[in-house]
């Protein structure tokens, strides 16, 4: 009983000190915040996912509070977000282009052909390091879904093993961009209504990227010659479409032999948010 | 003499983090940039002789004279929180970049278990006030030079055409497996 009656008192004799010193020092160490940084924080997601270029949503509503970073630049918050940033700091917002996560890939499973039986770790980052397990292709999608795991909101799902992004819950974090070993996953700029991009990775010469998948660019260069506006252009044997030259007109995409160009845009976004 | 060799021991010999394997995590997790793995480095070693000092006052004064041996660990782990609090307030207000670079690890010193390690150790040795706390320095000093020594060659190793199974991680333990081999060359130095 006695035991028990001192080890209580001198722990909790210490334990008061301590917090006694500690509270003297929490007054002392005091530091001032600008009121505007907890509204903010509150006003953003919240997911600490780094989309803005910030290590976390706090570092972000800090430098927004001290004017240095722009109010709009919270890529998962989207719009709602920003205007409520802008209210919080008295500005004018303008409007904000969209940002989303694009696979250069557009090979399901059996339109890409194996080289091998693959039984290690089912793990796009554990595949790679092996030269691409089963894969044929040494630039296209691994389909273990790294992208679908590191999404943090439920946007990417795979489908006969190729990621398929939901451009409406996206919201260009570009975790899954950093998750691809291959760098398959490029966040595109979404500012006009129709847009081309390319959905083939694939550097290598027309016959083995023929060999090795269905649904690869073969480097024709079928593109760049029927580009009317110039804007099509052939580099290293992928085509890169110049969005200052590129009007979508779409000839591209219906002359490419391959399908490998695809359409998307501000459309398909504003579209599937109306609905 | 004695005094110098305590600390060249802790320090250099008996080294916490290449002898014991203890303080890993701030080991492996701080040592991206030399700036930040010396500021981790020195706020350890200010928990650390602290902690060497209080806990000695503790065990001799309070503890042992009422037979209280059980409760060494619950008053370690108060004093190294609350040191570590005091440490994170102080940091925040004098060195907000400071705080920010050192981020999670700041209050990660709390579960730095070379800290533990030290508290536990002091009474087992048998050391007066003063050794006690040129102990707790030369650990800390000797945890400060092996941050700075493995953040100085991951700096170096950004440059470094690193084959690529062995990127990130994996060379990250080899380097820390070279330096434990070559500390292993102080053994000897001095018997204590």
């Not at chain 1, 509270?23 to 997601?45: G, Q, R, T, Y």
């Amino acid at each position: 009983m006695n035991l028990i009656l001192i080890s209580v008192i001198t722990m909790g004799g210490l334990g008061a000190l301590f917090a006694f010193i500690l509270s003297i020092a929490n007054v002392k160490f005091k530091i001032e915040e600008d009121p505007k940084i907890e509204k903010i924080l509150e006003a953003l997601p919240g997911a600490n996912c780094g989309g803005c270029g910030y290590a976390s949503c706090r570092n972000f509503a800090e430098e927004i509070a001290k004017g240095g970073a722009s109010v709009n630049a919270c890529v998962v918050g989207g719009e709602s977000v920003a205007q409520e940033i802008a209210k919080i700091m008295g500005v004018e917002l303008k409007l904000t282009e969209k940002r989303v996560a694009f696979v250069h890939c557009k090979a399901h499973n059996g339109e890409k052909m194996k080289k091998a039986e693959y039984e290690g770790i089912k793990e796009c980052g554990a595949a790679d390091i092996i030269l691409g397990a089963d894969l044929a292709c040494y630039y296209g999608c691994l389909g273990y879904g790294d992208c679908e795991d590191a999404c943090l909101f439920d946007a990417i799902t795979m489908v006969d093993g190729l990621p398929e992004i939901d451009i409406t819950k996206c919201t260009g974090c570009g975790n899954c961009m950093k998750a691809c070993p291959r760098n398959l996953i490029s966040l595109e700029v979404l500012n006009k209504d129709v847009q081309y991009k390319i959905a083939c990775a694939s550097l290598d010469k027309g016959k083995r990227a023929r060999e090795v998948c269905l649904k690869s660019c073969i480097g024709c260069g079928i593109c760049e010659k029927v580009c009317p506006f110039d804007a099509c252009h052939m580099k290293n044997g992928l085509p890169y479409i110049d969005e200052r030259n590129c009007q979508a007109c779409g000839v591209c995409a219906q002359k490419c032999p391959r399908n490998v160009i695809i359409e998307m845009g501000m459309n398909e976004w504003m579209g599937e948010r109306v609905k | 003499m004695k005094i110098i060799l305590l600390f060249l021991s802790a320090a250099l010999v008996n080294n916490f983090v290449l002898r014991y394997f203890l303080g890993i995590c701030p080991f492996l997790g701080v040592t991206g940039r030399i700036e930040s793995a010396v500021a981790m480095g020195f706020a350890t070693t200010f928990v650390m002789t602290l902690t060497a000092a209080i806990i000695w006052f503790i065990d001799y004064f309070i503890l042992f004279p009422f037979h209280l041996f059980f409760l060494e660990y619950v008053a370690a782990i108060l004093v190294i929180a609350s040191l570590v609090q005091f440490l994170e307030m102080f940091i925040h207000k004098s060195s907000p970049t400071l705080y920010r670079a050192l981020g999670i690890y700041l209050p990660l010193i709390t579960t730095n278990c070379s800290i533990f390690f030290l508290a536990l150790l002091i009474p087992l040795r048998g050391y007066n006030f003063v050794q006690s706390v040129i102990f707790g320095f030369g650990a800390g000093m000797g945890f400060t030079l092996v941050m700075f020594i493995m953040a100085g060659i991951r700096e170096e190793l950004d440059f470094a055409d690193v084959p690529k199974p062995l990127q990130g991680a994996a060379i990250t333990l080899i380097l820390a497996g070279l330096l434990a081999l070559a500390f292993m060359g102080f053994t000897g130095l001095i018997t204590a």
